[in-house]
């Protein structure tokens, strides 16, 4: 089984920062960078709706 990656606050910014400035799709930049999609676009959400990201 493969080991769960960790990425720094700033790579998660700057990957989300160039998927909004590239005007392309997540999964076409997160193949670039060698992510998943959703993890674009769970960050985004997470920045628009911090409460998004709370747990009860």
């Known amino acids: ?3 769960k990656r960790k990425f720094t ?3 998660k910014q700057e990957a ?5 400035s590239s005007g392309r799709g ?3 930049v997160a193949a670039e ?6 993890l674009l676009c769970c960050k985004q ?3 628009t709706d911090p409460v998004a990201g709370t747990r009860n």
């Open 26 to 28: 997540a999964a076409t």
């Open 9 to 11: 606050k700033e790579y």
């Open 1 to 3: 089984m493969s080991e």
């Open 33 to 38: 960078l060698g992510i998943r999609a959703p």
């Open 16 to 20: 989300l920062e160039h998927w909004k």
């Open 45 to 47: 959400a997470l920045r």
